[in-house]
């Protein structure tokens, strides 16, 4: 990892925020209110994945929050490269949808991290519900809520199949050009599981699966090098 570079001032500081969602019409507000809370972020933009429940309309509710429906489910690296092509600030924030317990305050964490020069920043989020605390503790090189510079996102090699490997490529292309990274703890922060969102054994199934495909976004073999990545991201900061 390469060391950081030199610190920028949060005062210079203008980001843009990019909120991929699908069907969190009940929680999407609790995320974007702490947004909108903070003044370096000067745009807020929702990517609703084909969503069919009303997330869009309760994003749109909210003053100076712009809504982009996908007519389909497209996965959360088209969402997010849709919205970051729509984005017109030099820092990127992404965030994920589901947050639990989202504040002000853990955003200005982010951000003032992020000032300190290093190239990305990632929210370590707390621990799982109760069933996966003991398996998905946190895990930083998973998070979806990272800010980094939009010059080095838009170098990232993703493919045009991609869905599901939205983090990995990014943390691939860190790790292979020595790009420095850091993490922003967030231990009161967590995204509900499966099993909360739906009847319990069906979420369990749609947990352990969405977990197989990340893992294995690049097919079977692809598991080894994920693990490995996941292993190299926490110990760097660690």
Known sequence: MSQHQSPRRYEDLQVSAIVPAYNEAKNIVNVLVPLRQVTAIREIIVVSDGSTDETAQAAGSLGGVRVIELPHNLGKTKAVLRGVNEAEHPALLLIDADLINLS?????????????????????????????????????????????????????????????????????HF????????????????????????PFWQGLLLDLKGGWEVGTSDGPLSLFRNLRTVRRIRKLVE
């Open 104 to 172: 002000r305050r853990h955003v200005l964490d982010l951000l003032h991290k992020y000032c300190e020069g290093w190239d990305m920043v990632i929210m370590d989020k707390g621990g799982q519900p109760w069933v996966f605390q003991r398996v998905l503790q946190s895990v930083p090189a998973l998070s979806g809520t990272r800010i980094l510079g939009r010059e080095h996102l838009l170098r990232v090699p993703f493919r045009t199949s991609d869905r599901f490997q939205f983090e990995n490529r990014i943390n691939d």
């Open 175 to 198: 790790l292979r050009n020595h790009l420095s990274i850091a993490v922003s703890p967030a231990a009161e922060i967590h995204d509900p599981r499966k099993f909360v969102k739906y």
